[in-house]
């Protein structure tokens, strides 16, 4: 198989398969292209609530196609991972192989990393010789730490699955038998909560994360919120002891 991200939808849960799995799942210009249409046609149906990043064969990814570094294309690979961290659902990269080079922002742009035993990752942008572009670095900073973010970034060391959650950049770490049940779970449990506090939490706390944060567009998005059927129907739930139905209004 060589072809280009796929997207398919299941209820609330939507899905990007990388399917280079020959080539290590390495994205070319096309799929820096395809990639940023298909997070767009996510953004457009507000019933998604979850949108899950994976991949077939043996590894994640292994970033962007090192021969085409510098060759013209329509969007580049920092302004894809941007619009993958701005997508409007919670995003979950599953892990089930190794994540190296480009690829390591790309899952660290994601809400959560869920990673099964035995997977690894390295940033080799410093043997290669390339300055990584700034919205990366910036993510490493302010998820791993500047201490991490610099051993990482400065040394080009490989890293294993228990470092990778000891240092934040996992957020669940799993057998790999247990990985499917436990991205299942994750998604379902996000897709359960009311869709307009979701979705502005998500939104503002990567602002917050940033130091981006509009506090106007804040205030409106919690207002909109606290004015919600959602809210009352949360309560009415709460009182009653059963699970609420949210609508998104």
């Known amino acids: 198989m060589n072809a280009l991200p796929e997207l398919t939808i299941n209820g609330a849960v939507a899905t990007i398969t990388l399917r280079r ?16 249409g298909l997070i767009e046609q996510v953004n457009a149906r507000p019933e ?19 021969g085409s570094i510098g060759a013209p294309r329509k969007i580049d690979f920092a302004g894809m991972v941007d619009a993958l961290e701005m997508a409007r659902p919670v995003t979950i990269a599953v892990l089930h192989g190794g994540v190296y080079g480009g690829a390591t922002d790309l899952a660290l742009a994601c809400d959560f990393r869920v ?13 290669l010789g390339l300055h990584y572009y700034r919205s990366g670095m910036e993510r490493y900073v302010s998820r791993l730490g500047l201490d991490h973010a610099k051993l ?5 060391r490989k890293i294993g699955a228990a470092q990778m959650l000891r240092i934040g950049y996992l957020t669940q770490l799993v057998e790999a038998a247990q990985l499917e049940q436990e991205v299942a779970d994750l998604a ?6 009311a869709p307009l506090a979701l979705v502005g939490m998500k939104r503002h706390l990567n602002r917050m994360a940033r130091g981006t944060l509009d506090v106007e567009a804040f205030n409106a998005d919690a207002l909109r919120a606290y004015q919600s059927a959602d809210l009352r129907e949360g309560q009415a739930a709460w009182a009653q002891k059963r699970a609420p139905q949210f609508t998104g209004r």
């Open 21 to 36: 799995p020959d080539q290590a799942n390495r994205l070319t210009a096309d799929d820096l292209e395809h990639l940023a």
């Open 48 to 66: 998604l609530l979850v949108l899950q990043l994976r991949s077939t064969g043996k590894y994640f990814c292994s970033g962007y196609d090192i």
């Open 115 to 127: 990673g099964a035993e035995g997977i690894d990752m390295f940033m080799p942008a410093a043997r």
């Open 152 to 156: 990482l970034f400065l040394t080009a």
């Open 188 to 193: 379902r449990d996000c897709a359960s909560m």
